[in-house]
């Protein structure tokens, strides 16, 4: 488990796991390559974090040709970690398990709002109505255009986690293979209208993934 600075370098997720490969082969790990017609080392981050957000539990799993001891591992990545990056956790996985992608089923997000939102208790009667509902029919851009979609399913949760200044909302949405991600920006925008005003977004944290055992 990994966290990132909001501070760190704004990277794409392929500039990521570039930097992330790199960094790994330079710790001198054992790492495992894959067999396609250009090798990489064999690297999977769990979903893919939205450039410049903050996060404090990232997965990331790194598949070794040798056993090493959590220090070891621990002792080569010290130091050699992309810039804004740090260490939070390690631990053995079982390597016939499914991949980490299709284990992560959601992500908890902590969203600051800006300083002219409305109060707590409007608020939270605000995240109440959007959980109680049976469907959000929202917008989304795709390419060019716009698509319909319905946010309720990839929404999991919605709260008031401090009432400020600045309100800080705590959500947690799902990850689906088929329907997509939850965006926190998107529970925001379906918060808005639900609340009947404009809510600036101050800042947005993701603080873990979630994985389908520990959804379930």
């Known amino acids: 488990m990994v966290a990132r600075d909001a501070s760190a370098p704004p990277q794409n997720q392929r500039e990521l796991t570039e930097s992330w490969e790199a ?5 001198g790990l054992p790492v495992a390559w894959t067999e396609a017609a250009t090798p990489r080392p064999r690297i999977s981050f769990g979903a893919p974090l939205p450039v410049g957000m903050a996060a404090h539990g990232e997965l990331i799993d790194i598949v070794l040709v040798e056993r090493w001891p959590t ?14 990056w740090r260490l939070i956790d390690l631990g053995d996985v079982w390597l016939a ?15 600051s709002l800006g300083p002219d939102a409305p109060d707590a208790p409007a608020l939270a009667s605000a995240c109440e109505t959007l959980v109680a509902a049976s469907a959000l029919p929202r ?22 986690a401090a009432a ?5 909302l705590r959500t947690r949405t799902r990850i689906h293979p088929e329907l997509g991600s939850g965006r926190p920006e998107e529970i925001v925008a379906a918060l808005a209208d639900a609340a009947g005003v404009a809510l600036e977004i101050g800042s947005i944290e993701r603080e873990r993934l979630v994985l389908a055992d520990d959804l379930e």
């Open 97 to 111: 398990g499914p991949p980490l992608a299709g284990r992560v089923a959601a992500a908890d997000y902590r969203i």
């Open 23 to 27: 960094r790994i082969l330079a710790a």
């Open 71 to 84: 220090w070891r591992v621990r002792e080569g990545l010290s130091g050699v970690l992309p810039a804004g």
């Open 139 to 160: 917008e989304r851009q795709k390419g060019d255009g716009m698509v319909r979609y319905d946010l309720r399913p990839l929404l999991v949760d919605v709260g008031v």
């Open 164 to 168: 400020g200044p600045p309100v800080v």
